[in-house]
């Protein structure tokens, strides 16, 4: 099957190297794997219009693909990376199967109630609450916002969660979408 | 058309009354407004098969709408909501034309390297990084993650940026809203 690659790795410095450790994985296990960086782009110049070009040549990538693989571990927050989470709802979209990994052992309303530092309180209708932003804290015992984990799921996919013993920042690790691997390919059921 | 109401406004106290007013701005520009509560699910209960259940029901509104109009506010951190980012990408890939807009006048460059206080470098080869993460700065001259701002160009949508006096916070204003329908519309060129 062909496998697109998906995740904020792209933003290592070491992004090429860690992407092609990936895409040998894919075919340890029996399948091809397609980078974002597969591209006809040759050069990067901080336009809008160079952006737009990334932006469909990744959906174009997505499209020839049969699976995706995301890593969904929190990036500059308490979430995942938007760009990832984008390509998560498009592969749902069109038929992919969606598998994701995280190396943050919380869960998402675990992440949420470290983001208010404790200063949360019942909203006596089932909810928890922010007490300055009175948002709702989701508690459907997911990893991620509910369309994600539903969205991977129905796809015929799931969420792997594993503990990195370097911290959930380390991107590099491709541990993760190794399990990913073993669940897509049967070795793990 | 069609049109469904997609932000983090579904996580405010007052969600409900947000979202009839949006719903009822739809049809004074002539269009139908769906909300994401629009669903057949009764009772919201803390629990997987919960969520699970709603996502999916989530998907099935859009499936029937032409039109997705998304708040991409950053919501708890610098980036959109990760479930509003999850249905642009699956309502770009069903081939919906997708408005999008954000109470965040800062760049999505901006807000990064607000991320990082200042810590940030140069790495020579065009992009700055986090000093401490070695993270890329993306600066495309865009909002979002660059999948979001291609995707909703390509759909025949846009991202309408605008100054709400309250702060970016204020995920109950609705003029956001207003300004993309009237792009739909027309009454904007």
């Not at 050069?43 to 997505?62: D, F, K, Q």
């Not at 991620?144 to 984990?149: A, G, K, P, Q, V």
Request: glycine fraction near 12%.
């Amino acid at each position: 099957m062909k496998i697109y690659i998906s995740g904020p790795e792209v933003f290592l410095e070491n992004a090429v190297e860690v992407l092609e450790a990936k895409r040998k994985l894919c075919e340890v296990y029996g399948h091809e794997g397609l980078t974002p960086f597969d591209t006809n782009i040759e050069e990067i110049v901080p336009t809008w219009s160079c952006g737009y070009r990334i932006g469909l040549a990744n959906e174009a990538l997505m499209n020839v693909c049969d699976v995706v693989i995301s890593n969904i571990t929190p990036f500059r927050g308490i979430s995942a990376d938007p760009g990832t989470v984008y390509e998560i709802g498009y592969a749902r979209a069109k038929g992919k199967r969606v598998f994701a990994y995280s190396y943050d052992t919380r869960s998402h309303e675990e992440r949420i109630k470290a983001y208010y530092g404790g200063k949360t309180e019942p909203d006596g209708k089932g909810f928890e609450r922010g007490v300055e932003d009175r948002l709702t804290i989701e508690n459907f015992k997911m990893w991620e916002n509910l369309m994600i984990d539903a969205g991977v799921a129905e796809s015929g996919g799931s969420v792997q969660i594993v503990l990195n013993p370097k911290g959930p920042s380390d991107f590099g690790w491709i541990a993760g979408f190794e399990i990913c691997l073993k669940h897509l390919s049967g070795v793990i059921v």
